[in-house]
């Protein structure tokens, strides 16, 4: 993800989507839609798959922002795991 998170400049829903479709089918869907706001570009992603799942990683990293407080997903991502975690 971090490479994506870079190419993307952090643009999270693109992150996800070429995470999930590829880094061309969200080149093909940003030409057909460059000034589209953020929720312009994931109802116009064309893989109804992508699309689903774009919206539930948000949906759920909103919760999780909710829940343990905000931090950028960066620093979720890199944090090393203590042993302590569930399960």
Same mark, same amino acid.
């Not at 030409?31 to 570009?41: G, K």
């Not at 116009?44 to 759920?60: A, C, M, S």
């Given at each position: ?5 870079? %190419?993307? #400049?952090? #643009? @999270? /829903?693109?992150?996800? &989507? =070429?995470?999930? =479709?590829?880094?061309?089918?969200? &080149?093909? @869907?940003?030409? !057909?839609? /460059? !000034? =589209?706001?953020? #929720? ?7 893989? %109804?798959?992508? %699309? *689903? ?7 759920? @990293?909103?919760?999780?922002?909710? *829940?343990?407080?905000? !931090? !950028?997903?960066?620093? =979720? ?11």
């Amino acid at each position: 993800l971090e490479g994506l998170a870079s %190419r993307y #400049d952090e #643009d @999270w /829903p693109k992150v996800f &989507a =070429a995470y999930n =479709a590829g880094p061309g089918a969200v &080149a093909r @869907w940003t030409a !057909s839609m /460059p !000034s =589209a706001e953020t #929720d312009e570009f994931v109802e116009g992603i064309l893989y %109804r798959e992508t %699309r *689903i799942y774009v919206k539930k990683v948000l949906f759920n @990293w909103s919760l999780y922002h909710r *829940i343990y407080g905000p !931090s !950028s997903l960066k620093e =979720a991502f890199s944090q090393e795991p203590t042993g302590n975690e569930p399960g």
